[in-house]
T-cell receptor, first 114, second 110 residues
Framework: ETGVTQSPTHLIKTRGQQVTLRCSSQ?????VSWYQQALGQGPQFIFQ???????GRGNFPPRFSGLQFPNYSSELNVNALELDDSALYLCASTEWGDRVRGYTFGSGTRLTVV | EDQVTQSPEALRLQEGESSSLNCSYTVSGLRGLFWYRQDPGKGPEFLFT???AGEEKEKERLKATLTKKESFLHITAPKPEDSATYLC???????????FGQGTELSVKP
């Protein structure tokens, strides 16, 4: 089975620009979530999509938005980039149900805002 | 507020020296507690899911246990390749938000 793949692996953007990060979820998974991980910290939940609808959101401003597509792949969009947005962005997928076995994470996109 | 705290922040062991990592949590309705391993610059790699107090899971040199307030990751006779950051996370019954601790950075010297 294929795992979670993210693109691009690295990205450098200028403050104020917009960025789109992409994720292909693991085969058989219907739920995808996004996390932001600063250096030396645990990942912070941004939001989750289940069957193309957002079903959970963390403490991130509206300039962080996302989409999930019918094939369960997903995008994370960040508008008006700030220096503090520099981080590793992780995508994770799972099969949502009464018993969540575990989330499979991708290798992440390293975003640097200058 | 749901919260996860891991200790110690960093742990240095000699090869073969067994030890335990701690994950203390408060959560409004536990749906699952997850352990991950993360290597530098990589995404977290799934290790275990525990669902209820008293449950234990094992994989090679790792064993995870769960009580109502904390989880332990026991590492028996570690090897240098076990060096990584170990993350603990909880999933509550209010949606899909995984709440992570800050991680324990484990270093195993030969």
């Amino acid at each position: 089975e294929t795992g979670v793949t993210q693109s691009p692996t690295h990205l450098i953007k200028t403050r104020g620009q917009q960025v789109t990060l992409r994720c292909s979820s693991q085969s058989g998974h219907n739920t995808v979530s996004w996390y932001q991980q600063a250096l030396g910290q645990g990942p912070q939940f941004i939001f989750q999509y289940y069957r193309e609808e957002e079903n959970g959101r963390g403490n991130f401003p509206p300039r962080f938005s996302g989409l999930q597509f019918p094939n369960y792949s997903s995008e994370l969009n960040v508008n008006a980039l700030e220096l503090d947005d520099s981080a590793l962005y992780l995508c994770a997928s799972t099969e949502w149900g009464d018993r969540v076995r575990g989330y499979t994470f991708g290798s992440g996109t390293r975003l640097t805002v200058v | 507020e749901d919260q996860v705290t891991q200790s110690p922040e960093a742990l240095r062991l000699q090869e073969g020296e067994s030890s335990s990592l701690n994950c203390s949590y408060t959560v409004s309705g536990l749906r699952g507690l997850f352990w991950y391993r993360q290597d530098p610059g990589k995404g977290p790699e799934f290790l275990f899911t525990l669902y209820s107090a008293g449950e234990e899971k094992e994989k090679e040199r790792l064993k995870a246990t769960l009580t109502k307030k904390e989880s332990f990751l026991h590492i028996t006779a570690p090897k240098p390749e076990d060096s990584a950051t170990y993350l603990c996370a909880v999933l509550n019954n209010q949606g899909g938000k995984l709440i992570f601790g800050q991680g324990t950075e484990l270093s195993v010297k030969p």
